[in-house]
């Protein structure tokens, strides 16, 4: 039986799965990370039955401007599946992907990193959809673990570090000493929430509808979190659909603009960290004055959110090297790590 199991093993390739609300990254052992593609797919409707048309890239180039027939949907919302069927098809595009046309003669452990919030039925929804896809075995490993791996870390050992890991869904705060987390709380709001509030901002102030990937463009470019010295910092020329005459037309704002319309999405970020401080013992709140905060996810290169959460906190706020793949690396070298094996969950 054990050669049979060495035969079906042979050439099997571990993977570990960052499973993001916007993007999607998988690292495979032994080779680092492979593939980093947006969470989305294209559904093309045909008499009546659904087929995918396009994943990732692809997909992504499709939102906001599909005919009726093709809709461009994002399986996860806050992190976690919000359609199961479209999740399993995502999973398993990005698993062929990755092992190219050998994958019928593969069997590989998953490990999937899930939001600390999320509940038995959500993290079910993912083992299932892996496990559909044709792992063998599926691990899963919480988000602000992960990222805490990733960015290095001294997870390990019995000191106290925070980490603040601002995805497109969720944002998760959380303390860690011994591999464990000694507090965590995951606030629902990220990237995509800071996305929304530029829309309704130009939509409110200007009357202009834009789409979402143009909120994301403007965020990505010029958001700041607080405004510039100056007040107005950068100009960014935004075009959309007048609300008012229902034409195409192009307006501008600038950085100052950007800072009041995310001041929501991020005093909820800061509200969250403060919460995690409260809550923390107090030896580990000594640690964490010495070791200060890590922040990782794509919301951590919003310009001056270090700063502005240094000011909040009054502690030391440092970005991670690679935040935007952090949770992938971690995932990964949880996998891969023996010391680490302790983080991974089976149920």
Known sequence: MGFWNNIFKFGVQNMAIDLGT??????????????????????????????????????????????????????????????????????????????????????????????????????????????????????????????????????????????????????????????????????????????????????????????????ERIKKDYAVARPPEDGVGESITIKGRDLVNGVPKEITINQGHLAEALNEPIGAIVEGVRIALENTAPELAADIVDQGIVLTGGGALIGGLDDYLREETGLPVTIAEDPLSCVALGTGRAMEDPIYRGVLMTA
Not at 180 to 207: C, F, Q
């Open 22 to 215: 916007a993007n999607t990254l998988v690292y495979v052992q032994d080779q680092g990370i492979v593939l980093n593609e947006p969470s989305v797919v294209a559904l093309e409707t045909i008499n009546g039955m659904k087929r995918v048309k396009a994943v990732g890239d692809d997909a992504k180039m499709m939102m906001g401007k599909t005919p009726d027939s093709i809709e461009a949907i994002r399986p996860l919302r806050d992190g976690v599946i919000a359609d199961l069927d479209v999740a399993e098809e995502m999973i398993k595009h990005f698993i062929r992907k990755v092992n190219g046309r050998k994958s019928l003669m593969r069997y590989p452990e998953i490990t999937i990193c899930v939001p600390s919030g999320s509940t038995s039925v959500e993290r079910r929804a993912i083992r299932d959809a892996a496990s559909n896809a044709g792992a063998s075995q599926v691990y899963l490993i919480l988000e602000p673990m992960a990222a805490a791996i990733g960015a290095d870390m001294p997870v390990t050992e019995p000191v106290g570090s925070m980490v603040v890991d601002i995805g497109g869904g969720t944002t998760e705060v959380a303390v860690l000493s011994l591999r464990g987390l000694a507090y965590t709380t995951s606030v629902r709001t990220g990237g995509d929430k800071m996305d929304e509030a530029i829309v309704s901002y130009v939509r409110r102030h200007h009357n202009l509808l834009i789409g979402d990937s143009t909120a």
